[in-house]
């Protein structure tokens, strides 16, 4: 069975890497969100696609959530030292791919190539997919400061602005990554990932074509990225709330309605699951926290088996 | 009295701090050959302007010769894992001051402003001025491999390649850096630092002006890089010999005639001293190696005490 998964951050990352752990590397796509990618200390850095693939490879910091384990800061002081930007920190080991990717970059390079080089320099079968090639950025509107880039308003800010909305910067000039359609139309199954439906899989679906494609598909699974009305990590809620809604994964069925045919929220929120049927979704009910490397296997199992036999082609 | 040094590897950088360790920060101006400037990892990495800064700020590297002391490896070892450049290896720490100073540049700020600010920041008070802010690179023709781009000579090839020339690329069309030339005119004296004459100093008189400046002054006094036909550090004897001179402070003195007045030998070269005498120059005979830092500070010492009072207007 084909899988191609949809993924932005840390949650994502981690069903990506569940998905990873049972499925045959051919037959898993992981295509990421790079609305988040900015240029820092004069380097291309692509935060979603380095959480999926430091998760992916192994090496990923399971205290701070983003970077790498095992990590060292000697560059970042020196920088903060010598009055550099010390707003986004960057360990020393995550500094080297930075710095092998921006090369590439400059070299004409695609970030698609690019990454699949690292992917491969780093043992990740999968093949994990930037959304598109292109430019695109992430702008959040903000109550108090206006529009800022994503990272600005995530790490500068702390999220902390009050959230007016988004700009998907240079998205309706964007193509698909190679591959990208390709994988989505290949797939006998998606899988959304709980990631940020604002700014983790909106920028994905904003590439022209892509929800397109999504929409030919007759068997899309969306994990609530919410337990309780509250993010697992992140400003999701919080973004909800600012937007005037009222955080919930009754709220991320709506935002994925037309889509998405089922979705997996977790067992507090089983007083959800009539609401959301109404609005022509099926509904799985479980426990959908990811704390430990078992958890990830045994949702995305679960994500894998809604499949009915009849769409995955196995009898 | 004021001081500008020429410098370039590590010897250059050895005098320099003697002689910042003596004199007021505002009479030592130190003019540094920017020749082996290179590109790597997409940095513009500076070795003779950091050798000299470390130094001066006292964080050099002391085992190695080059980079920061209690320096880390972690982003040099993963970019290896990537099969990135392996063969010139740059310490975290040291990275640091190869972002900065690239993402000034990319601002279109000049090296020699990029340079005052390091230097403000790490607190050292003496001017450190790279000799242009042009590009100016010094390749290296070898028998073995013709051209070579001098860190692919000196790192990569580890000087083992037979010399037969050198050119310094882009240095007629180069112009002195800010500052340079009024230094060199405004000092009582200038000091010639043990460096490669050829690779290190040479570069620096290669800029259109600056032999001219130095032609004027009256008081340029040189120490020589070689002990016993030997050199110090660095490949200075092996080239010596491989363009079909005698490496001694004799060759390194008529390598500077014209320009220098006075050279520093050592004292097991003192039968030397003669023939050096015999082409004008004047020569002082002792120890000129420079092991510990009290070396750096009575080396530089006997080179200030070359100065005629009436020149250097003490009474």
Chains 1, 2 share one sequence.
């Not at 999968?126 to 994503?150: C, I, K, N, R, S």
């Not at 600012?242 to 037309?258: F, I, T």
Request: aromatic share 6%; net charge negative; hydrophobic share 45%.
């Amino acid at each position: 069975m084909k899988v191609v998964a949809l993924a932005g951050g840390v949650g994502g990352a981690k069903l990506a890497d569940g998905l990873a752990r049972i499925l045959s590397p051919q037959d898993l796509t992981i295509i990421v969100n790079t609305g988040d990618d900015f240029e820092h200390w004069g380097l291309n850095v692509c935060p979603d696609l380095d959480s999926v693939c430091y998760m992916l490879a192994g090496f990923n910091n399971t205290v701070t959530g983003w970077g790498r384990a095992d990590e060292s800061w000697n560059a970042f002081e020196e920088i903060k030292k010598l009055g550099g930007d010390d707003w986004f920190r960057i360990g020393d080991k995550d500094l080297a791919t930075h710095l092998m990717r921006s090369g590439r970059l400059r070299q004409g390079v695609r970030l698609s190539q690019v990454t699949a080089e690292l992917c491969n320099r780093w043992q990740i079968r999968p093949a994990v997919l930037p959304m598109t090639d292109d430019p695109v950025y992430t702008w959040v509107q903000t109550v108090e400061h206006g529009l800022l880039p994503f990272q600005q308003y995530f790490v500068q800010h702390g999220c902390r602005p009050r959230v007016s909305g988004f700009e998907f910067r240079g998205a309706q000039d964007s193509k698909p990554a190679p591959g990208v359609i390709m994988a989505i139309d290949e797939a006998d199954m998606i899988a959304v990932c709980p990631s940020n439906p604002m700014v983790s899989i909106g920028p994905i679906l904003a590439v022209p074509g892509i929800l397109d494609a999504l929409r030919r598909k007759k068997w899309v699974v969306a994990v609530s990225p919410l337990i309780n009305g509250k993010a697992v990590k992140g400003p999701a809620a919080k973004m909800y709330e600012e937007l005037g809604m009222q955080p919930s994964s009754l709220e991320v069925a709506k935002h994925y309605r037309g889509w998405v045919h089922h979705i997996f929220i977790d067992a507090v929120d089983q007083d959800l699951a009539g609401s959301i049927r109404a609005l022509g979704l099926d509904v799985s009910v479980g426990n959908i926290m990811m704390s430990a490397a078992e958890d990830r296997i045994r949702l995305a199992e679960l994500v894998l088996n809604t499949v009915p036999n009849t769409l995955s082609g196995l009898s």
